[in-house]
């Protein structure tokens, strides 16, 4: 059951709504925080999907920072008017999300520099079942953020603000990220995201538990390979045994 406060890194405690709240997938997160990504990209390439990696230039805003969960998807588009109607399109949008889940904003189609998430709208996301965010474009109040402990993987930091700039026109739909070996990668409502220093993934929601059993079994054979490299075994022998290097 989702926990019904938190505390950020400076020990305040937080409020989180646990009206929304899914138990299964909060397990399924617990386990893909044990794995990393050069792993996952590893199961994930095993499986012919070797193009689910977002750009590189898209970095948390600490390095210790990490995002797991189901993907809660907002689509924006460029615009010139300070439409109020928009603004309020994604607040209630924030009202539909269940815990645990990351909030992922594509680029809206604007060549602008603009900061498509801040400290303010991660409080309230956090609150109803946000756990994360991965925005392909910017992100301010960068020092609240990382003080908040709200993981958030963004391609820049500027202080600018998007309204008037770019609006939400829709969420829980399928939206386009910057790919990493492909010009765009599709994040559907529900894909699993996972990242951490070394990138981000998008798994396939309908593979989100055969992706983490996978990794968890090769991990398994990384330890054991781990221990052996140690004693100075026989590199060639101990990736024979294992096949993992």
Do not use: W
């Not at 594509?106 to 925005?135: I, K, M, N, P, Q």
């Not at 052996?228 to 045994?241: Q, Y």
């Amino acid at each position: 059951m989702a926990p019904n406060n938190d505390t950020d890194r400076s020990g305040n405690n937080v409020v989180l709504s646990a009206v929304n709240a899914d138990p299964e997938m909060e397990l399924l997160c617990s386990r893909y925080k044990k794995l990393y990504a050069g792993l996952l990209f590893d199961v994930l390439e095993g499986m012919g999907l070797q193009n689910q990696v977002l750009s590189h230039e898209i970095m948390p805003l600490t390095l210790d920072m990490k995002i797991v969960g189901p993907a809660f998807t907002l689509k924006g588009s460029t615009t010139a008017v300070k439409d109020e109607t928009y603004r309020y399109r994604r607040l209630n949008a924030i009202k539909s999300m269940m815990y645990p889940c990351v909030e992922v904003r594509d680029r809206g189609t604007t060549s602008f520099h603009v900061a498509l998430f801040g400290e303010l709208t991660a409080t309230t996301a956090r609150t109803h079942g946000a756990v994360g965010a991965l925005v392909d474009g910017g992100t301010r109040d960068s020092g609240m953020l990382i003080a908040m402990g709200f993981p958030v993987f963004a391609r820049y930091r500027t202080p600018v603000e998007a309204y008037g700039r770019v609006i939400t026109l829709e969420h829980q739909v399928p939206i386009l990220l910057s790919g990493e070996l492909t010009e765009t990668v599709v994040v559907n409502p529900g894909d699993f995201i996972f990242g951490d220093l070394d990138g981000v993934l998008v798994v396939p929601r309908a593979l989100t538990r055969k992706v983490i059993e996978e990794g968890e079994r090769i991990l398994g054979y990384e330890n054991s390979a781990r221990e052996e490299f140690k004693t100075g075994a026989d590199p060639v022998e101990v990736f024979n045994k294992y096949h993992r290097l």
